[in-house]
Nanobody, 122 residues
């Protein structure tokens, strides 16, 4: 059974930082591309960042350019999202997801975590 478990969310003031983690089990993690998506209240889920199976390629949404970083540790079956200079508009539930092919489209992701809430106060 595949499981993706996010952690690290919380409440932070604007300008602050958070690091999200996503621990995977039940799949050959090092063979999967990983992505982070987010969904704010009343909005559709949107792409945030993605990383290839090796970590050699990454993609990001324009809205997080220069502020967020994605990384992975295949030995720990974990992908991370480092979020700096957070803004109130970053408030959302953040989801990690796994895909057999590197993509920024949510349609390409087969497995999803339950999400972790990130709230940025102004």
């Amino acid at each position: 059974q595949v499981q993706l478990v996010e952690s690290g969310g919380g409440l932070v003031q604007a300008g602050g930082s958070l690091r999200l983690s996503c621990k995977a089990s039940g799949l050959p993690f090092s063979s999967y591309a990983m992505g982070w998506f987010r969904q704010a209240p009343g909005k559709e889920r949107e792409f945030v960042m993605a990383i290839s199976w090796s970590g050699g390629s990454t993609s990001y949404a324009d809205s997080v350019k220069g502020r967020f970083t994605i990384s992975r540790d295949n030995a720990k079956n974990t992908v991370y999202l480092q979020m700096n200079s957070l803004k109130p508009e970053d408030t959302a539930v953040y989801f990690c997801a796994a895909a057999t092919r590197y993509t920024t489209s949510s349609l390409g992701y087969h497995y999803w975590g339950q999400g972790t809430q990130v709230t940025v106060s102004s």
